[in-house]
């Protein structure tokens, strides 16, 4: 059974920074191309970030709103994809989630930015 | 970027009604095309890919269809679970986007 399991998300300050993980499980983790989505609340889902498997490099692609502070990176030995998130501003508040693109995704966690 | 518009915003519909649901991208993105239910709380479930296709598990009630820039979402037989929320997203282009969402509710 494929399980994504998000951490990492809770509440933070503007300009800080916080690094999201996404443990996986089920699948062949090393060959997958992942995803991060985030969702403002009560508000539409957003693409924040991809990041290609290792043997393309693990090249990543970011959202324009993210670009320059958010940073995708994965441990294949660990099979956990991170989103590391810095200088954080109050409109990058968020449930934020892990996918394998479509088909798997996680349950989400939680980032608060605000004073 | 390509941008998704999707109509209407909501709708209310009684159980056993046809509800369509319509998303349109502002270029061509061919097949390159999903549609998720969202339940408050839960994560996108995927509904239909490649435009056409159904999810396994999804029931056969939900039905896709278009290519290009217009895409359509069915709903044959309206059932108290279907009630969530509605996206399409194109993955054709980055960066990848999704559609405004299309609120479900029974009459």
Redesign the interface.
Known sequence: EVQLVESGGGLVKPGGSLRLSCAASGFTFSTAWM?WVRQAPGK????VG?IKETKYGGTT?H??PVRGRFTLSRDDSKNTLYLQMNNLKPEDTAVY?C?T???Y????TLVTVSS | DIQMTQSPSSLSASVGDRVTITCQASQDVGKNFYWYQQKPGKAPKLVIYDASNLETGVPSRFSGSGSGTDFTLTISSLQPEDVGTYYCQQYDNLPLTFGPGTKVHIK
């Not at chain 1, 539409?44 to 693409?47: A, D, K, Q, V």
């Not at chain 1, 995704?105 to 989400?108: A, F, H, N, T, Y």
């Open positions: 995803f539409g889902l957003e693409w991809r692609d959202a324009a989630y996918n693109g479509a088909r995704w996680g349950q989400g």
